[in-house]
């Protein structure tokens, strides 16, 4: 069993955030071994999803595990070159946020139900049906390989307040 190790997380604005990402060609020990690492990494922020490129591998591929219950085992899934086969036409609004844009949430409305294909790290091809928090985390989380975010589901207004808000959290950081 490899050991894994935290990643850094990239924060908005960042350019590798913007990309669109290639897909994984094949299942090898890296791939392998980057999942653990961003499992261990989305537990210890902790977040409910984390997308390849946040940790600034640029690669269809992202975790989740949206169980929130007090005590309740854990399901991390990992999902390699996912895509949406289907959308429900009745849409969900949450309350979204990033750990890319740590502090700053803002409601955005979904499709409440998707349905999902994506290849396992058996290497097999699965498919499930996702609704309440996990349909909303799993769109969340294919917009990233897209190079898209939360925030460009907002207005221009807000999604600048907050970018700026953010280039000033970076600044404060760079100074320590
Ligand atoms: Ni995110």
Request: net charge negative; hydrophobic share 40%; aromatic share 6%.
């Amino acid at each position: 069993m490899p050991r894994m190790s935290i990643r850094p997380i990239l924060l908005h604005p960042d350019p590798r955030l913007k990309k669109a990402c290639p897909p994984v060609t094949a299942i090898t020990p890296e791939v392998a071994q980057l999942a653990e690492d961003m499992l261990a990494t989305m537990y210890d922020a902790p977040g409910i999803g984390l997308a390849a490129p946040q940790v600034g591998v640029l690669t269809r591929m992202f975790v989740m595990d949206c169980i929130k219950e007090e005590g309740a085992a854990p399901r991390p899934m990992v999902l390699i070159n996912p895509e949406i086969l289907w959308r429900s036409e009745e849409q969900n609004s949450y309350e979204e946020g990033c750990l890319s844009i740590p502090e700053h949430y803002a409601p955005v409305s979904r499709p409440a139900q998707v349905r999902m294909r994506w290849t396992g790290l058996d290497g097999k091809t699965h498919e499930d049906e996702f609704d309440g928090l996990w349909a909303t985390c799993a769109q969340h989380e294919l917009d990233h390989l897209d190079g898209k975010l939360f925030i460009d589901y907002l207005g221009p207004i807000k999604r600048q307040l907050i970018t700026r808000k953010m280039e000033k959290f970076k600044r404060e950081l760079a100074r320590g």
